[in-house]
T-cell receptor, first 111, second 114 residues
Framework: GQQLNQSPQSMFIQEGEDVSMNCTSS?????WLWYKQDPGEGPVLLIA?????ELTSNGRLTAQFGITRKDSFLNISASIPSDVGIYFC???????????FGKGITLSVRP | DAGVIQSPRHEVTEMGQEVTLRCKPI?????LFWYRQTMMRGLELLIY????????DSGMPEDRFSAKMPNASFSTLKIQPSEPRDSAVYFC????????????FGSGTRLTVV
């Protein structure tokens, strides 16, 4: 089946640093989504991408839909302590298909 | 909008007991999904409904798991009998076919089977 690969499993950065996360797949997706999960809560949608090559920002977050449609990245600039959490990428192959989720990257930010 | 509402938030039960998890999707959303999250396996899709009809239950681990959606505003996930390996966080999510196709998740039910 379709799989999304996120690595590493955990990332540790210093407050104020930028961080970039990749998500790759062997399959093509038509929509890429990035979610963040805070401890004890469900994932919350951060950014949605609909076209190959699209670059979208949401505050300090920037995400891009890869040209090959098989990858995406998320960049967080000037990290702050509340950026800690699990970041999931997700892909949708078609309008009526299921979302496929990566296993997530746990981000820790040292003050 | 109150979002996707799940209950209970936490459930502790003994092995062999029946467990029922509840979900109220966002009004107007026509898709409802049940996920299970564990450290080892991440987010796993168990089953999803479209307009109250189960579309794909291939992720349901075994016959001990069942899900229903009697109307557009309510769904249940039942485990009978429960086992310790069912311990996980169970999420409900809903979606409407809109501009971004994103799912809205509830806050989850943390299930512990002892």
């Amino acid at each position: 089946g379709q799989q999304l690969n996120q690595s590493p499993q955990s990332m540790f950065i210093q407050e104020g640093e930028d961080v970039s996360m990749n998500c790759t797949s062997s399959s093509i997706f038509n929509t890429w989504l990035w979610y963040k999960q805070d401890p004890g809560e469900g994932p919350v949608l951060l950014i949605a991408l609909y076209k190959a090559g699209e670059l979208t920002s949401n505050g300090r977050l920037t995400a891009q839909f890869g040209i090959t449609r098989k990858d995406s990245f998320l960049n967080i600039s000037a990290s702050i302590p509340s950026d800690v959490g699990i970041y999931f990428c997700a892909g949708l192959a078609g309008a009526n298909s299921k979302l496929t989720f990566g296993k997530g990257i746990t981000l820790s930010v040292r003050p | 909008d109150a979002g996707v509402i799940q209950s209970p938030r936490h459930e502790v039960t003994e092995m062999g007991q029946e467990v029922t998890l509840r979900c109220k999707p966002i009004s107007g959303h026509d898709y409802l999904f049940w996920y299970r999250q564990t450290m080892m396996r991440g987010l796993e899709l168990l089953i999803y409904f479209n307009n109250n009809v189960p579309i794909d239950d291939s992720g349901m681990p075994e016959d001990r798991f069942s899900a229903k959606m009697p109307n557009a505003s309510f769904s249940t996930l039942k485990i009978q009998p429960s086992e310790p390996r069912d311990s996980a966080v169970y999420f409900c999510a809903s979606r409407s076919v809109g501009a971004h196709y994103g799912y809205t998740f509830g806050s989850g039910t943390r299930l512990t089977v002892v």
